[in-house]
């Protein structure tokens, strides 16, 4: 093997005095590689020595790639060290003939009958002196050694010409596209040239690892680089065809198979130097590739030898012919995108140009390549989303508010007053609401807590300061039951302190609807709880001080602010209330961060204490009469329960059991004895309403219903609540439904049924049964469908995220607040010349929310 390495330090050398312009031999490092290997193999002399060709392949392979002299110059130097180590372990080869070699095999010949990995003949006996095992190559300098240079960031070059009028071509002006091929790629979205750049691949095939065939492993996904002996075309039973091909490297032999590709065999003839990449698989108790990726060894690697992209298909375009376009399409034009992020930034954070992120995220170098090129992508996200809520917490401050200020007395005097103990938790976020509510800018704060934290209380002890500093208070909620609801609660809390508490909604008759207006608008009634119809033009309030929203997330941008908008004037000036979002979903907190980074955020992470944890089980359609026998057990005893059914009618196009036909049967079959209500969507309010009130005063036992009462029914009494076709459902609508029951001191349960789910659904499933913990739901709920879907675009006004994970990105999130604060600060409308893009973009990104919503 000395010989060979010998040839291989003297390219090397010239290599290294050429300044690392990958021009020592004709071709290329890389073309030098590819034959070299074959000869180095063959004259390797144990498994040492296969180890060190491996590694030369490894480094030397993607020579090309590697950005610039630095990382070149210590490729070739981790090389030399090997080598030198290897002259130190077999001394007496220095300057000698190479040492006995494998059967050389460089013209092709017939392979032996059966075509097993064919691995070298055993070394002969060493001295004493040497060492006979791999190891000692391996052992203490392996990490050092193997190691791929950390990708070269390409500071200077922003983009090579920015281009963004011809990006916005067709992609038809691209060559190869015709209307044919057009039409398949519109159907993947990709219409213009830029929307193809950002079609990236949905995942990799990591065929960069080469390897000799003597050390093959079942199941890995390799590269090998060989000489065909032998191609054949045999066919089965059915006549379909199998082509063959036996490939030798010099190390042993395999068999590579390809269905139905019978032109395969003219195109590899026997003593063609090819490269196969794929999973190696077993037939017959032998390695073998099925249907591997295969290009002719002169090739520029495209589908071997690298991280190969697997793009998104249609009928009709093949996975090599979209590779085809997009290496053109990514070569030609990914460096006319103009990148908006001033340099300042990408040098700080040593980020990728954005042409290098997209040429990176379609055909990485490297898998660090390929995590760079992400991370750019996400963080360009996060900082347009970030530029967005910078400016939305401005203009939320340029507003006037009026400081609303107690006597600490006075406030304590209520707390102590209540027949329950405050937790740590409640006590905090009064707290926190006091002081936000005592300074003369709005206060713009989001309550979050989980089903029966206490939020009700929260918001009271803030409308209560309220009219105790001479202001009104109104809490919105998005249904008239719910409404209902915390017009009890809060008139039992606030009106024994003197305070008018008043309910407007769409059911208020016209005489008590036309009072609540006068009470209003002269300020004698200080709290009104109600609806949409808060929102009215016709309503004027005296001088409202906070506004408290409910269940947030079912009211639109718009609805909130005009609630927002009903404050008072002071003279020409118009006073914001300070306002209290309230939502009983719980969001983790990177995305509550994100999605309303123009709030400061409360969290109630506390449960009173005595309230007993739900039990839930998920149980299979053929366990449905369990369920039932449970039910008839628990309402015996006085309680009542819920069947929450995914669909009001039955439909021809999905299987699911709906809750009209349901009704029927349950109230005529299963449960004749007792008392069924109904309750759907497509009722009139005023029958939704008369359907939940006989729930709520116990004339019906059972409550047939669709997903009506995820939100606003509070029924001490129910214990139970089946949910049929649970796998229909959300993971976040699914804990709303579970938080029904549970609101008494009787134990309470949870049935979940379900069957053929999805492993989506079932990871929904099993994740609500281990925990009642809203806040860790919300964030496998996150994790499960990512932020666009958590709320849904409609209702929380973010943009669509296709790179950023608000769960794991924690860290690149962070950064990009930071950095859009201080560009904030300094440019708040990105006016300077050097900014002026990114305001562009700064606006297109914004508008897929506002198109959305």
Known sequence: ???????????????????????????????????????????????????????????????????????????????????????????????????????PATTPSQPSPRTDNKTAPPPQPKKATEVASIDDVETGTADEEQAVPEPEIDYDRPSTSPDPQGLSRSITTLKGVGPKIAEKLERLGAETIWQLLYLFPRRYDDYSLMKPISKLQYGEQVTIIGTIWQTKVRRTRNNQPITECVVNDGTGTVQATWFNQPWLAEQLPAGTQIVLSGKVDMYLGRLMFNSPEQEPLEMEPLRTRRIVPVYP??????????????????????????????????????????PQAIEQMHFPDSQESMRQARRRLAYNELFLLQMGVQKQRRDWQDHSGAALVVEDGRLQAFLDSLPFQLTGAQRRVIDELRAGMAQDRPMNRLLQGDVGSGKTIVAAAAMAIAAWAGAQAALMAPTEILAEQ????????????????????????TAERQTIYEGLADGSIQIIIGTHALIQPVVKFHRLGVAVIDEQHRFGVDQRAALREKGPLDGDRAVSPHLLIMSATPIPRTLALSLYGDLDVSILDEMPPGRQEIKTRWLRASERERAYNFIRRQTAEGRQAYLIYPLVEESDTIDARAAVEEYERLSHEVFPDRRVGLVHGRLRSDEKDAAMRAFSTHETDLLVATSVIEVGVDVPNSTVIVIEGADRFGLAQLHQFRGRVGRGEHQSYCILIAEDVSADAEQRLTALEATNDGFVLAERDLELRGPGEFFGRRQSGLPELRFASLLHDTEVLMMAQEDAAGLFATDPELEAPEHRLLGEQVRQFWEQATDAS
């Open 1 to 103: 093997m000395e010989r060979s390495l010998k040839r291989l330090e003297r390219v090397l050398e010239l290599e290294k005095q050429q300044g690392y312009q990958n021009k020592a031999v004709v071709g290329g490092i890389r073309q030098f590689v590819v034959f070299w290997v074959s000869q180095a193999n063959e004259e390797a002399a144990d498994e040492a020595d296969l180890a060190l060709v491996e590694q030369v392949s490894q480094v030397l392979m993607d020579y090309n790639r590697l950005p610039g002299g630095e990382a070149r110059a210590k490729a070739i130097e981790t090389l030399e060290r090997s080598i030198q180590r290897r002259r130190e372990r077999r001394p007496a080869e220095s300057g000698a003939a190479p040492g006995k070699a494998l059967p």
């Open 313 to 354: 298909l249609t009928e009709g375009l093949t996975s090599t012919k979209m590779r085809e376009l997009m290496q053109r399409t990514v070569k030609e034009w990914a460096g006319r995108v103009p990148d908006p992020l001033p340099l300042e930034i990408r040098k700080r954070r040593r980020l990728y140009s954005l």
């Open 486 to 509: 915390h017009y009890r609660g809060l008139a039992w809390l606030l009106e024994p302190l003197g305070l008018r508490v008043a309910l407007l909604t769409g059911n208020t008759s």
